[in-house]
C-alpha cells in the first residue's frame, strides 16, 4: 500500500514537472505575445464598460448586479479565452509529429499518457492562469464602477467554469491537431472547431428546432429556450452559459442542476480521454 501511494506521488510529481515545462515553452511565445492584450482588452475593457452606470444597454440586457455584468463579460471570454486555446493548441500535436520531436519525447522512459496529460494541463494553463488573473483584476474593475462585489460563491462559480471550458478547448484542439497530417489541416481543423461552437452554433440550433416543430422565429418564448439549453449541452459555450445562468434569477433557461452535472462531466473527461486515447495510438 505504502509503495504504491509512492508510486502516485512519484507520477504526480513528474506529470507536474512535464506540464510546467509545457506552460514555460507556450508562455514566452509570439503568440502569447498576441494573446496577452487580446485578454485584457476584452475581458477588463468588457468588465469596465459593462459596469459603467451610464452604459447604454439594450432593453432585454440587464447589468444591475457584479454577478450580471461578469455574466456579460463571459461572452467576451468566450471570444478571446477559447481563440488562445486555438492560437497555443492547434498544432501542439502535429507540430511536434512533423518535426520528430514527439518520436524523441517517446523514447524516453516515461508512458505516453503522462506525456499526454502534460501536453493537455500545459495548453490549458497557459491560457487559463492569465485568464483567470485578469478575471479576477475585471472584478477589482467591477467594483471601482459599482461599488459591489460578487459574492464569493459567485466568483468560485465564475472562476470554475471558465477554468472548465477552456479545459474542454484544450482537449478538443489538442485532439484534432493528433489528426491532423500538417500545419494546415491542423489549422483548419483547430479554427473550423472554434468557429463551429463560437459562431454557428446558433444557426445549429435554429435549424434543429424548425425540423423538429418548433418555434424559431421568436427566440424569447419558453419552449425555443427550453429546446436550445438541451442543444447548448452539447457545445461546450453553451454548456459554460447554462452553467453561469444557474446564479441568475431572470433567466429563463433553468435546468436541472443533475442535467448540468451530467453534462460537465461529460465534457470534461470524454474530450480529453479521447485525446489520450488517440495520443497512445500515435505512430511516429
Do not use: H
Not at 512533423?98 to 501536453?119: K, V, W, Y
Not at 493537455?120 to 462585489?149: C, D, E, H, R
Amino acid at each position: 500500500m505504502g509503495e504504491n501511494m509512492n508510486n502516485y506521488i512519484e507520477i504526480l510529481k513528474l506529470l507536474f514537472k512535464l506540464s510546467k515545462m509545457e506552460i514555460k515553452n507556450n508562455l514566452f511565445t509570439i503568440r502569447m505575445m498576441v494573446l496577452m492584450p487580446i485578454l485584457l482588452l476584452f475581458i477588463g475593457g468588457a468588465s469596465w464598460g459593462f459596469s459603467d452606470q451610464n452604459a447604454q444597454l439594450p432593453a432585454d440586457v440587464s447589468a444591475n448586479t457584479p454577478f450580471e455584468v461578469l455574466f456579460l463579460t463571459s461572452v467576451f471570454v468566450l471570444f478571446s479565452a477559447t481563440l488562445g486555446v486555438v492560437l497555443i493548441g492547434f498544432d501542439g500535436i502535429s507540430r511536434k509529429k512533423n518535426s520528430r520531436l514527439l518520436a524523441i519525447e517517446f523514447c524516453q522512459p516515461t508512458s505516453r499518457t503522462i506525456l499526454g496529460l502534460s501536453q493537455l494541463f500545459g495548453v490549458w494553463l497557459t491560457v487559463a492562469l492569465p485568464t483567470i488573473i485578469i478575471s479576477l483584476f475585471s472584478i477589482l474593475l467591477i467594483y471601482k464602477q459599482m461599488n459591489a462585489f460578487p459574492t464569493i460563491g459567485e466568483i468560485i462559480l465564475f472562476i470554475f467554469a471558465t477554468s472548465l471550458v477552456l479545459l474542454w478547448y484544450a482537449s478538443i484542439q489538442l485532439l484534432v491537431s493528433s489528426i491532423a497530417k500538417d500545419v494546415g489541416s491542423a489549422v483548419t481543423l483547430g479554427v473550423g472547431t472554434w468557429l463551429l461552437f463560437t459562431m454557428i452554433w446558433l444557426l445549429i440550433t435554429a435549424l434543429l428546432a424548425t425540423l423538429l416543430g418548433v418555434d424559431a422565429t421568436d427566440t424569447n418564448n419558453s419552449q425555443f429556450a427550453l429546446f436550445s439549453s438541451k442543444v447548448d449541452m452539447f457545445s461546450p459555450n453553451g454548456l459554460y452559459q447554462l452553467l453561469l445562468e444557474a446564479k441568475l434569477e431572470n433567466i429563463s433557461r433553468d435546468l436541472p442542476i443533475w442535467q448540468l452535472s451530467i453534462a460537465t462531466i461529460c465534457w470534461t473527461f470524454i474530450p480529453s480521454s479521447f485525446f489520450i486515447w488517440r495520443f497512445n495510438k500515435l505512430a511516429v
